[in-house]
Structure formats: C-alpha cells, structure tokens
C-alpha cells in the first residue's frame, strides 16, 4: 500500500512541525546537489526555521553573493537599491542636524547673528539667560560643597591639635634633684629657700655608699630644676 496523501498545511503541533522542517531541509538540500551535478546547474538555497534557525545550501565552485549578482542581472533591477536609499535619506538628514547644532554653537557665542530677526534673536537671549543661571547655580552649589569639606577639615585639624596638647601635658616629666648624703639635709633645705619653698612636685635622690663616684657631685639649684 503506498502512503496516503498529506494534507499541507500548517503543522499546529511544535514538535511535529520541527520534525518535518528537518526532514524536508534534508531532502531538499538532496535534490539541490543532485540537481548541481547531473545539470551542471548553479543553484542556491537560504532557509530559515521557524525558530530562526539558518540554513543555506550553494553549488560547489561559487556562491551566494555570485548567485545573487547574476540573479540582479537577470532580472535587471538592484536588491540594495531600496536600502541604500534609506541610508542616503538617513545620512542627509543627520547632516541637516548637525549643521543646525553647529549653527546654534555658533550663535551662543555671539557668532553668525546677521541672519536672525528680532523675535529669534530675543528667543537666544532667553536660552543664553536660563543656561546661565544654570552654570551660575552649578558654581555656587560647588563652592558651597568645597567650603563645607574644607571646614570639616580644619575642625578636624583643631581637634587633632587639642587632642595632641591633652597627651604633651599628660606626659610632662616632674623635676628631679639630686643631693648628697653628707650634709644632704643643709644642701637640699638650701635649695629648696632659694626656689621660695620645695614645690610639691620635685624630688631629691640621694647616693647610697655602693655608689662612691657620685659622692662630693654638686648641683646648684638651678640644674636641679628641671620643669
């Protein structure tokens, strides 16, 4: 029994559809080569999936570009023509604004005014006015931000300074006074007349007999201060 007749028509079904796109791209690209080598044919063949898929197929010894050019020979009309006069039409218009933005620099630095009338002219007085407010508004918004930096800066530097002063006087040495054991009680009382009084902060050390050299060393009560 042969195979019964199908039906063509869209293929509802995804996975069948993608199923019989393979299998009919195979036989097709089959035929295409069989048709190059018993005819001598050229032939080429772009496909494309349902899901975007490409595929392409081109007789040995050329290719797709070559197919095309002699297909626009043939025919006598250009496949580019269309977009290649979209990308004038766009190319000229980008030059249109470019020239119109280069004229309106030129204005807002006092350039090229002859053309304008009075109402464009008063209209560019307008825009020169608001973008300087703007640029006006921008340079105090930065002077008032580099002002409050530069504040907390130097309150940060005050208070590094106090708190440097706090630890100087926190490490401040009390004076020292050496005296003798012979006649230490006359010496040091001497001293401390001669200061007005022994402050409460000064100290005597005195030489104990294991240390003989240091016997007989005078000190007058001005090297003993030394705060």
Not at 129 to 137: F, I, N, Q, S
Request: aromatic share 8%; net charge positive.
């Amino acid at each position: 029994m042969g195979r019964g007749k199908i039906e063509i028509k869209r293929i509802e079904n995804a996975t069948n559809r993608q199923v019989t796109y393979s299998k009919r791209r195979t036989g097709i690209m089959k035929k295409a080569r069989e048709l190059t080598v018993l005819c001598d044919a050229q032939v080429a063949i772009i496909m494309f999936s349902s899901t975007g898929k490409y595929h392409e197929f081109c007789s040995p010894g050329t290719d797709i570009k070559t197919i095309f050019d002699r297909y626009q020979q043939a025919i006598g009309t250009s496949l580019w023509i269309e977009q290649y006069e979209n990308m004038q039409r766009t190319l000229s218009h980008l030059k249109d604004i470019n020239r119109g933005l280069r004229t309106e620099i030129r204005q807002r630095m006092g350039e090229d005014l002859d053309s304008l009338d009075f109402d464009e002219l008063r209209g560019l007085e307008q825009n020169v006015d608001a973008a300087l407010k703007e640029v006006r508004h921008r340079k105090y918004h930065v002077i008032s931000t580099q002002t409050d930096t530069y504040k907390k800066k130097v309150k940060h530097s005050h208070e590094a300074y106090k708190n440097l002063q706090q630890e100087l006087g926190m490490r401040e040495d009390p004076a020292f006074g050496y005296v003798d054991n012979t006649g230490a009680g006359v010496a040091w009382d001497g001293a401390a007349a001669a200061l007005g009084g022994a402050p409460p902060y000064m100290y005597a050390f005195r030489v104990v007999p294991s240390q003989p050299n240091l016997h007989g060393m005078a000190y007058g009560f001005h090297d003993l201060r030394l705060g």
